[in-house]
């Protein structure tokens, strides 16, 4: 299987994987998923695990440079766009095809913390968090890596809950929350 062969099945198994679960996920319905036979998928990942690994790393890359995108597109300054990346949610939750978060996911399906699947779960959440505390230094906050974790739970706890409940309400409610957050972190002392 050539690399563009590799490619294009760790963007299908995502797919799948996004869709169904990883445990649920056998190798059996993934090959008919994917249209790739066991045979071919074994010949480049030794497990399923590798392969999860592999759609994980994918969607990290994916997720953190639509949202960046996103994020500079709907505003140019710093403060704003720390208020942006819950535009940036709204319109993911939108989606027809919003199945919640893969990392989430990941990590309920493969609890034990060192386990490399949970891991990379992990480094996707605190590179975000990075990238949030970037934009929080950038816009003046006294305290950037707190601020960066309190909009990163905000996120996060919405993500969790425009899977289970209105995805247009959790979204204006979670902007409203990180609104009053930053409200009281420039406009305080």
């Known amino acids: 299987m050539s690399a563009s062969k590799r490619d294009e099945l760790v963007q299908k198994a995502l797919k799948a994987f996004y869709r169904g679960g990883f445990h649920a996920l056998g190798m059996d319905k993934l090959a008919k998923e994917t249209g790739v036979s066991k045979t071919a998928i074994y010949k480049h990942f030794r497990t399923k695990e590798d392969l999860i690994l592999a759609t994980l790393r994918l969607r990290d890359e994916q997720f953190r440079n639509w949202l960046m995108r996103r994020v500079a597109a709907h505003a140019s300054e710093p403060k704003g766009q720390l208020i942006a990346i819950f535009d ?18 990941a990590s309920s399906e493969y609890q034990d913390r060192t386990n490399p699947i949970h891991v990379t779960a992990a480094e996707h959440k605190r590179l975000l968090l990075l990238y949030f505390t970037e934009l929080a230094e950038k816009a003046g906050s006294k305290d950037p890596d707190s601020l960066a974790r309190e909009l990163l739970v905000i996120k996060e706890g919405a993500i969790v809950l425009a899977h289970l409940f209105d995805p247009e309400d959790v979204a204006r409610d979670a902007r409203r929350t990180a609104e009053r957050i930053l409200q009281a972190e420039f406009n305080c002392g």
Not at 91 to 99: I, L, T
Request: hydrophobic share 45%; charged share 40%.
């Open 88 to 105: 940036a949610l709204r319109e993911w939750f939108e989606e027809s095809d919003f199945r919640s978060c893969m990392f989430i996911k």
